[in-house]
């Protein structure tokens, strides 16, 4: 029997370490995804293709390899198109699985190629069956070199035919790239001319933990991290935990007053900086990056470095030679273990009349959950609250799916996690909003038999809109809905469920996490409503500003 090109390339794509794949199978992606399995990649069944994609998504983030999505031509691929854009935002080794038709007359045509240009993906195409395997490959190599999303299109009229070559070609990319020599001794410069340096990582420094520490530790700087790179430096005495919006007041007060920043692999957007409020005016402000385009792209510079982070902050600790205090002053040391985190700010408790405030919650809950966990977080007014009060054991332990700010995605995003770390529980912190548009995933929950804790902070509205357009008086019934049992929607999926209106109602929670955890349990937290999250109020209030 002659093997055909959807099973060289399935089995191609598992020989460059695509080990698993999500999606939905309908007739054009079926014998695709039955070769991946048979090559030993693990098949995940979602129940929408936009969850499966951001699944994949989030398995890549914290398993650090490449995940692949499969769906079907047309509609399949449409479906999934928000979870692609997320994940090509985000810039994760992810490669798309798209059959496709190339008749315009069929119902299923699409511009696909167009479709993965428009949200920043990389279109390919298997166009013949001689090249499959070495395009299969190179889709691969493109994914986990370059750290892009790509879209491989899979024509219905080459997949069936005989494969004319299956020989595993390999595809060659630049390897990683230290700081020039002029770059470098910038860098070196301003470190050691300040005096309150703040080192913080983003997205492109989350492997490089040890090397930043390390020259961190050498500048006397203080270290941060934006939202996506939460928990790099969980564990050491000078860190200052997340940068931004979720930032304590202390940390914030900190990082202002800073002489020096410099961003490593991160963007120092409006979000991680506050809009420019985090930068005191006469502060440096430098951003390493191995990507040359992304420099000064979303925050004027005083300079960029264009290089690897982990190989840019190695030179530079062997550039600056002796220690030096900077900012860790015994001071600062004294401040930042007396804590800093938001679980050490005092609050007025806004509980009662059967809705609990999301601080009380939120603190709670970090209080009861294993040290081990892996959080999730969907997108809207209640993000904060598990952003900020829930802490994690490193940058492996929270999952954040907000470059593209689609609701929705956090339920998907903590299924992917958990599938990478299955050794951690996981913990969806989820809006009503999202908990409803993702409810058809709850039940992969539950059949790949996950010990997923699963919170809905439920305010039964939009809130963020709610809050915004609110106090001008605007009506507010197109973002207001009916209170709505989501605990009884978990329990018919085959969850444990509890509604939480009180501290108390969080036994149930306890003795779930005592037990043996057969089931997942889903915490449907009816929150208090009557102020906006301090963050969203913040990000609202500096729009068109930097």
């Not at 809109?465 to 999926?493: K, N, Q, S």
Request: aromatic share 6%; charged share 20%; net charge negative.
């Amino acid at each position: 029997m002659n093997t055909t090109v959807a099973e060289v390339v399935g089995n191609t794509l598992v020989a460059h370490g695509i080990d698993h794949v999500f999606g939905v199978v309908g007739s054009g992606n079926f014998h695709l995804t039955n070769a991946m399995v048979a090559a030993g990649a693990r098949f995940v069944a979602a129940r929408h293709e936009g969850g499966a994609a951001t699944m994949a998504d989030a398995f890549a983030r914290v398993a650090d390899r490449p995940a692949a999505v499969t769906v079907h031509q047309g509609c399949g691929l449409t479906n999934a198109m928000t979870g692609i854009t997320e994940a090509a935002k985000s810039r994760t080794p992810l490669v798309v699985l798209a059959a496709e038709v190339t008749e315009p007359r069929s119902n299923f045509f699409v511009d696909q190629e167009g479709l993965a240009q428009a949200v920043g993906a990389v279109p390919m195409r298997v166009q013949d069956a001689g090249s499959a395997a070495a395009v299969a490959a190179d889709a691969v190599h493109r994914a986990r070199s370059l750290r892009r999303t790509v879209l491989l299109n899979l024509p219905l009229d080459v997949q069936g035919l005989p494969a004319t070559s299956t020989r595993l070609a390999e595809a060659s990319y630049p390897g990683r790239a230290g700081p020039g020599e002029d770059d470098l001794a910038r860098l070196a410069a301003a470190v050691s001319s300040a005096r309150r340096p703040v080192f913080i990582a983003g997205r492109g420094g989350r492997r490089y933990a040890v090397e930043l520490a390390a020259a961190a530790e050498r500048a006397g700087a203080l270290l941060a991290e934006s939202a996506v790179a939460k928990g790099l430096f969980t564990g050491d005495p000078w860190s200052l935990g997340v940068s931004g919006g979720f930032a304590s007041p202390g940390a914030a007060e900190l990082i202002t007053g800073a002489d020096l920043i410099v961003g490593w692999g991160c963007s120092l957007n409006m979000w991680t900086m506050r809009h420019g409020r985090l930068i005191a005016p006469e502060a440096t402000v430098v951003q390493v990056d191995d990507t040359i385009e992304a420099l000064g792209a979303q925050r004027e510079l005083t300079f960029g470095v264009h290089g690897d982070v982990g190989l840019t902050a190695t030179a530079l600790l062997d550039r600056l030679g002796s220690q030096r205090t900077g900012y860790r002053t015994e001071a600062v040391r004294q401040r930042l273990a007396h804590g800093i985190a938001w679980t050490s700010v005092p609050f007025e408790d806004s509980s009662g009349h059967g809705r609990i405030d999301p601080r009380t919650i939120s603190r709670e809950l970090d209080a009861m959950l294993p040290e081990q966990r892996v959080i999730g977080v969907d997108s809207g007014n209640f993000m904060g609250y598990p952003a900020a009060y829930l802490h994690v054991p490193d940058q492996q332990g929270f999952c954040f799916t907000q470059a593209f700010q689609s609701i929705g995605l956090g339920l998907a995003t903590t299924i992917g996690a958990a599938l990478a770390r299955p050794d951690r529980l996981p913990v969806a912190a989820l809006g009503d909003g999202g908990a409803l548009m993702s409810a058809m995933e709850l039940e992969t929950v539950v059949r790949l038999g996950l010990p997923m804790l699963v919170v809905v902070y439920d305010d039964h509205a939009y809130g963020a809109e709610v809050h915004h357009f609110g106090p001008d008086g605007a009506r507010l019934d197109t973002v207001t809905f009916p209170d709505t049992d989501i605990a009884a929607i978990a329990a018919g999926y085959g969850f444990e469920s509890v509604v939480v209106r009180a501290p108390e109602d969080l036994a149930a929670v306890r003795g779930w996490l005592d037990g043996p955890r057969t089931r997942p349990m889903l915490v449907d937290a009816k929150v208090t409503d009557q102020e906006p999250a301090w963050w969203l109020e913040e990000a609202f209030r500096g729009h068109g500003s930097n």
